[in-house]
């Protein structure tokens, strides 16, 4: 087996990939702060919803368990 030596990477390269890398970890944390709070809320009106959804259930469970 014969071992290649490592080839020197271009000082460009390597700047514009550890850039890359940033803008996305930058990009990321905005995003998610951008998405966050409107999860938050869609999180809150699903519990409002299941909650309403639970009572009419149980009213209807009721109702037919008194006839």
């Not at 409107?38 to 037919?64: M, Q, S, T, Y």
């Amino acid at each position: 087996m014969v071992v290649v030596p490592p080839v020197q990477v271009s000082p460009l390269i390597k700047f514009t990939r550890y850039s890359a890398l940033l803008a996305g970890m930058v990009y990321g944390k905005k995003r998610y702060d951008y998405l966050k709070p409107i999860a938050e809320e869609e999180r809150r009106i699903e519990n409002e919803e299941r909650k309403k959804r639970e009572e009419l259930e149980r009213i209807a469970k009721e109702l037919a368990e008194g006839i």
